[in-house]
């Protein structure tokens, strides 16, 4: 066996799992970082170790690869925090870290503190390495267990404050199994008679809806989806994790259900029979906290993880598998094609309904300008191939609402739940994914989170756009504040949730090394995103929009 150090191990491993890119905070293995530099693999150094995690985050959901995060112990705690969303959203990440040394533990060591316990909540396996001898065995089945079922993130926890275990010689292996360097390891196929009965409840619903989630994308099962739902004349509505799944134009499409959603989706499946979630945990979010669709409706569900099957809604039918081989199953199982005029007509005049009312808002000439005309400038903007990422909060609202995705291979990428993801992911996919053109969609309030990573940007070249939507303030919140003042707020209360008009984040862009736009009227945003693409460099589009402008909330069945 040849003898190494833990840190060229581990090296090697990165380079033969093909990722590109690592990001982290220093200081952390960083002769491992020095073996990497004739390997062709990017070092990322960040401001923080949340954007960090993001970063990792959303470059393995745009390469389909596991992403890499690290920090020294200090940092431990912040990086757990920033892979709060790549749990939510099944992102297969491997983050590292220092971590106690047998040898010091309980003596004070500088800036020790036992972090391992709080990876439990936020990982699908948690590890020490604490013998350098573990660390070939223990490295692989993180890789396995981040891409394998249901994806997700893993931590290594390494002995040492800055991985100094890593630091020692040993006779260690290499072997690296390819069938873990990307998603999905395993494909695994449903029972026949899963597929049977599954069929037959499609064939005989009435008025069935698909519901697909994130398992379709990261499965690939794309194609299938749509097949499957142009065979039965189903309509097909999909979360913001699988927003790109089809066509928005297309005819079987009622859009994205549940609180960030389109109404038209949520009236769709208020009044299915039956629903299928395909790749969907059916959780709060997708189905405006189970209430659509109703409960006790009757559903099915596919999934490649037993645990979700059943778990918010009881199932006429269960489906164990990947969603690309499943839905190839049903598809050959299926009859002859299934007409389903009234209801699929029904559902079309819903979406038609919804679309006239939208497009009034996204063609508005209103300064300051409407968010839905940034959607919808955006939307005719992004070209084949193009990516969009979204933050949370206001702007999920408005991304999963108004962006219409209708060119070949565009894919949406959205935040699962914390504020600020949107830059540091952006900069992450980008990274993922050089060639294509790369967009972010964010709010004043969750730019500011993560500002520094403008020099992250322009220092390691990452030609990333980021439009933000800067109303100066938090306006999400604007409700909040007028129910705790009873109505009408007075005295200081804005300045919780108003900010400085005196900030100009295109300035800052550009005093940070990146291109910088400010626009204040609708019909130059398009004209600033042809500059922002032209520049090859990264850039922040500042779009000055209506700080009374609310996304409009979920519709309900009353």
Request: proline share 6%.
């Amino acid at each position: 066996m040849p003898r190494m150090t833990g840190n060229r191990y581990f090296a090697e491993a990165v380079h033969a799992y093909g990722v590109t890119h690592v990001f982290f905070v220093p200081t952390i293995m960083l002769p491992a970082m020095a073996e990497m530099e004739d390997m062709g693999i990017r070092r990322v150094v960040t401001h923080g170790e949340k954007a960090a995690a993001y970063m990792a985050d959303a470059y393995a959901r745009a390469s389909r690869r596991p992403g890499i995060c690290l920090s020294q112990t200090i940092g431990s705690a912040n990086l757990a925090a920033g892979l709060r969303d790549a749990y939510m959203a099944c992102s297969p990440v491997l983050a590292l870290t220092g971590g106690v040394d047998a040898a010091s533990r309980y003596k004070h060591v500088y800036q020790e503190i036992e972090d391992f316990p709080m990876w439990e909540q936020v990982t699908k396996a948690n590890f020490h390495v604490d013998a350098l001898e573990r660390l070939p065995d223990l490295l692989r089945q993180a890789f396995r267990a981040a891409t394998s079922g249901a994806p997700g993130p893993v931590h290594l926890e390494m002995s040492g404050t800055h991985a100094q275990v890593l630091e020692r010689e040993g006779e260690l292996t290499p072997l690296w199994e390819e069938r873990f360097m990307r998603v999905p390891a395993f494909r695994p196929e449903p029972e026949p008679d899963a597929v049977r009965a599954a069929v037959n409840l499609l064939a005989r619903a009435a008025r069935p809806v698909i519901l697909a989630g994130g398992g379709v994308i990261w499965s690939g099962a794309e194609a299938e989806l749509v097949k499957l739902a142009e065979l039965l004349q189903i309509p097909l509505a999909t979360s913001l994790n699988a927003k790109a799944a089809l066509s928005d134009d297309h005819p079987l499409n009622v859009g994205v259900p549940g609180t960030y959603s389109r109404w038209c989706a949520n009236r769709v499946l208020s009044e299915a029979d039956l629903v299928f979630f395909v790749g969907s945990h059916a959780g709060g979010q997708v189905t405006a906290n189970w209430q659509v669709p109703r409960p006790g409706v009757a559903a099915i569900q596919l999934d490649i993880d037993p645990e979700e099957l059943g778990r918010n809604y009881p199932l006429q039918a269960a489906l164990l598998g990947d969603a690309k081989v499943t839905l190839q199953k049903l598809i050959a199982a299926v009859g002859s094609p299934r007409s389903r005029g009234e209801w699929l007509g029904r559902a079309q005049s819903l979406v038609r309904e919804y679309r006239e009312e939208s497009d009034r808002a996204r063609g508005a000439d209103a300064v300051p300008i409407r968010p839905e005309r940034i959607c919808k400038e955006i939307s005719d903007w992004l070209p084949e191939g193009g990516v969009v990422l979204s933050d949370t909060g206001h702007s999920g609202m408005w991304t999963g609402q108004m962006i219409r995705l209708t060119r070949p291979g565009q894919r949406f990428l959205r935040c699962a739940g914390s504020l600020g993801w949107g830059f540091p992911a952006t900069l992450g996919a980008k990274c993922a994914l050089p060639d294509r053109p790369v967009i972010g969609f964010c709010g004043d309030g969750g730019f500011y989170y993560h500002l520094a990573e403008l020099e992250t940007a322009a220092r390691f070249d990452i030609n990333a756009i980021m439009l933000v939507n800067n109303n100066y303030a938090l306006n999400q919140e604007k409700h909040l504040f007028d129910d705790a003042y009873k109505g009408q707020q007075r005295g200081r209360a804005k300045e919780m949730w108003h900010f400085s008009h005196e900030v100009n984040f295109a300035k800052v862009a550009e005093a940070m090394g990146c291109v910088g736009i400010r626009v204040e009227r609708p019909e130059d945003i398009r004209s600033a995103l042809d500059k922002a693409l032209a520049a090859n460099s990264p850039a922040v589009v500042e779009v000055i929009s209506d700080v009374d402008a609310m996304s409009k909330r979920a519709w309900r069945p009353a």
